[in-house]
């Protein structure tokens, strides 16, 4: 069974960086059917997507963040991971970790269990 | 790219059905036939309830279906369950421009 796991600090300084990492196990992030994405909700919001890789490092994302987010892929280590610079209150959301289903974009079928990051000084 | 448009809220009894719209334009849910849909609990993470407008992944009851017409897409819940009761969510692939995943806003599921 696949299972995804999202890792990294819970509280962020305005202005600074935050920084995830999705560890995914049960299955191969190196699958050539899947992209691997990462969604957020701010509290009592809804869903927005973030951005997404492909294992061979091929990058995609949310236009209303580009400029700010990077998301990498380390495959030796099963990992994929989120960048997202210059932080403010705005960015404070619970952060998921997704498998993405190629060609059929809109397909998140597994997901982290989520982490809640909070940008405040 | 705006997010999809849902109402905010819809509500039934037990065993009644209800829909969802969600619109968009022909950049996304009316250009692709790549429009999912979600259900979430609060404090969990979104399930995958139906995938490339009406196709339900392994395990969804079959209660749940979904419908594409023109830019608007539609999820349908019959034989209404107390534990139905869930925000929903519509994603739509967008790449007519760029690669882009779009989402609605999300609606609120009573059930009375």
């Known amino acids: 069974q696949l299972q995804l796991q999202e890792s990294g600090a819970g509280l962020v300084k305005p202005s600074e960086s935050l920084s995830l990492t999705c560890t995914v196990s049960?299955?191969?992030?190196?699958?050539?059917?899947?992209?691997w994405g990462w969604i957020r909700q701010p509290p009592g919001k809804g869903l927005e997507w973030i951005g997404s890789?492909?294992?061979?490092?091929?990058?995609y994302y949310n236009p209303s963040l580009k400029g700010r987010v990077t998301v990498s892929v380390d495959t030796s280590k099963n990992q994929f991971s989120l960048d997202l610079t210059s932080v403010t209150a705005a960015d404070t959301a619970v952060y998921y970790c997704?498998?993405?289903?190629?060609?059929?974009?809109?397909?998140?079928?597994?997901w982290g269990q989520g982490t809640l990051v909070t940008v405040s000084s | 790219q705006s997010a999809l448009t849902q109402p905010r809220s819809v509500s039934g009894s037990p065993g009644q059905s209800v829909t969802i719209s969600c619109t968009g334009t022909?950049?996304?849910?009316?250009?692709?036939?790549?429009v999912s849909w979600y259900q979430q609990h609060p404090g969990t993470a979104p399930k995958l309830l139906i995938s490339?407008?009406?196709q339900r992944p392994s395990g969804v009851p079959d209660r749940f279906s979904g419908s594409k017409s023109g830019n608007t897409a539609s999820l349908t819940i019959s034989g209404l369950q107390a534990e139905d009761e869930a925000d929903y969510y519509c994603?739509?692939?967008?790449?007519?421009?760029?690669?882009?995943?779009?989402f609605g806003g999300g609606t609120k599921l009573t059930v009375l």
């Open positions: 997704a498998r993405q289903m190629g060609v059929s974009y809109s397909i998140f079928d597994y």
């Open positions: 049960g299955g191969s992030i190196s699958s050539s059917n899947f992209y």
């Open positions: 890789v492909y294992y061979s490092g091929t990058t």
């Open positions: 022909s950049n996304d849910v009316g250009g692709y036939e790549y």
């Open positions: 490339d407008v009406s």
């Open positions: 994603c739509s692939y967008a790449g007519f421009y760029t690669f882009e995943v779009i």
